[in-house]
DNA sequence: TTGTAGGCGTTATCAC
DNA sequence: GTGATAACGCCTACAA
């Protein structure tokens, strides 16, 4: 402990700055906040007294109680940390939103959604959208406790976007991806090239993760949205297309998933791979190589998201680029909007189709 | 505007939920909060209450001015989100910090470095260190901006943590990495595999990220201490190795930078290169690839992190393996014990080598 | 087991 | 320009 102040337990408030400073305490406010008329010379002694006290400044948590306002934006990821940053479309699109609400001042707080009541052998109980003080909240993607999140929102005043997922509330301003079409303009790529034999490397499509192949039935039960939307793309063209699902959006994902289609005889061999991520194409690229199969000579790769995924080179991924931080920024504006009073704005994204160099006419 | 409650300026309070229930507001809060003792049945007749009003629980901005707590933690980053969140090491250790600070049900608010007073010109001015309602902050990293940083939240009374990044002040605990003494141990590794041509691929060393060989001068002014601590672990044994710092911890970034010493006449290329992160070592094999020379044969390469680099297979990296997930808890430790009043404990880490298959004998 | 009183630190509103 | 007053919504002694 090396300095006075740093063992108190009471820091100096306005009021002791004020009382110092010979003036009143709403005075001393107005000099902090720059709202209202006060002297300069008020001013200077206000702030003098507050150097002398080490005043640090109003207390944002008294501040908040008093403005009804914190400042803080909550995002309620689906998974924990870990998994939620592993994903660059995430990260690009919370990039666009803490560009946004920068706008009113605001920072992001990183949520996870409210855990079963009963499961949680950890001991830890985070602070929730339960009790956290948020002035308005994201949600990025839909899950299976989306309801109940939105509930507890709602009945708190707290406004809401979500991202990639419907819950169906009119008051609830979505951001969406057209991933169905996207896909699909991708695939009629792949017809136009000549494919015929086309398989589809997919993202998770249940809580499980799975590494299996989709069912009819699977697809139509998958939880996640996404995914089924993108499959549907898919055979919307090739309707007959096998797929399998990956455990999570990874290069290594994708190149287990693309053996599984490309270590057999080459008559049984897809001539075209569509994967449901760059990253999963950079895998299906991988296990290609590794084969010795030449993409795009051999076996076109196509992805979704324009990530520009690290360490793909000397390949220029064909792939529908995501307007990732585009989204962000959207659903940044559609709280500031909801923060001043107004309706925050729905919008639909539509993916762009990048064409790299590793989709190439089917073989002779 | 589907819902009565949803324009209403003023949510209800607790004082209406109790005055609705026939009781008074401390009973109200005591059936909330769980502390103290309430009748099953007053209880059952708040709760009743609160749900008749569409009730969504104590309000959080009061609740934390009343208790002095926010349950918010905030991460001070040097960068922008996008760049931050691309660091594995960084995401690692926010996911042990956040594992740990759960256990004081707090949250985790994502805080770039206060900016320059002036050159604000995208006219936003997100939710600053100064002004956030934090009950503690860790420092991610060091920077120029450090300094200002800590005595914001000195001034404040907040408890802080710095990570990779010394102060110099007694009251904040640090969590280090043993970045020199690691890195040489992975250098001696070499040199006893018979190297003695190395070369060094550098992260970035200045604000710049300057791509550029690392000269004498540059090495001694570099802001950037972890980098400037793993050159000095490898000159420790390769005191004339060459080093260029690349743009970031990428591994297009370590592509560029090994092109440098490997695109040349074959003898007066390195037999092995030290790069400074798993990411840009994957890059270097990469470049070796694609110039027809084979890791680890004709060169060996060694990395520092440990984070498992998604899609490098079938390479299994030798490189110095940092806890980061540890690291971080250790981070979250520190605050919890600052925030209980005890003193928050200083940590330093040690690097464990692991043996992969890209190093081998130095070619006969 | 329940109610009463007071205050957490600030700021908005009004008089002066 | 400045100062008094009254909330903001909740929690916690303490008294009943």
Request: hydrophobic share 40%; with cysteine; aromatic share 4%.
């Amino acid at each position: 402990m090396t300095d006075v102040d740093t063992q108190a337990d009471h820091r100096p408030t306005l009021a002791a700055v004020a009382a110092r400073a010979g003036v009143s305490a709403s005075t001393a406010s107005l000099a902090f906040s720059g709202t209202g008329p006060v002297s300069d010379a008020t001013r200077e002694r206000v702030l003098q007294a507050a150097r002398e006290l080490n005043y640090g400044g109003p207390d944002p948590r008294a501040r908040s109680l008093r403005r009804g306002r914190s400042g803080i934006v909550g995002v309620v990821l689906e998974e924990r940390v870990r998994d939620a940053f592993r994903d660059p479309i995430k990260i690009a699109t919370l990039d666009g939103i803490s560009e946004e609400i920068g706008a009113v001042d605001s920072g992001l707080l990183v949520l996870t959604e409210v855990a079963g009541d009963s499961d949680e052998a950890s001991g830890s109980n985070p602070l929730t959208l339960r009790d956290a003080p948020l002035d308005a909240a994201i949600l990025m993607g839909c899950s299976p406790r989306f309801e109940e999140s939105i509930a507890i929102l709602r009945a708190r005043g707290v406004p809401i976007v979500a991202i990639e997922g419907d819950p169906g509330d009119p008051d609830v301003p979505i951001i969406l991806q057209d991933n169905r079409e996207a896909t699909r303009r991708g695939a009629e790529h792949l017809r136009e090239l000549g494919h015929e034999r086309v398989a589809i490397v997919a993202l998770p499509l249940d809580k499980e993760h799975l590494r299996a192949p989709v069912t009819p039935e699977r697809a139509a039960a998958g939880a996640n949205a996404t995914t089924r939307e993108r499959l549907r793309g898919a055979w919307d063209v090739f309707p007959d297309a096998p797929a399998r699902t990956t455990a999570g959006s990874f290069a290594d994902e994708g190149r287990y998933a693309a053996l599984e289609f490309l270590d057999v005889p080459e008559s049984d061999r897809p001539t075209a791979i569509i994967a449901q991520s760059d990253l999963l194409a950079a895998g299906v690229i991988r296990a290609a190589e590794s084969l010795g199969i030449a993409v795009p000579a051999e076996l076109s790769v196509i992805g979704f998201d324009g990530a520009r995924v690290d360490g793909l080179w000397p390949y220029d991924l064909t792939t529908l680029v995501q307007p990732a931080v585009e989204k962000g920024r959207a659903a940044g504006r559609a709280i500031v909007a909801m923060l001043n009073g107004d309706e925050g704005e729905t919008q639909l994204f539509t993916g762009e189709f990048h064409l790299g160099n590793t989709t190439a006419p089917v073989p002779a």
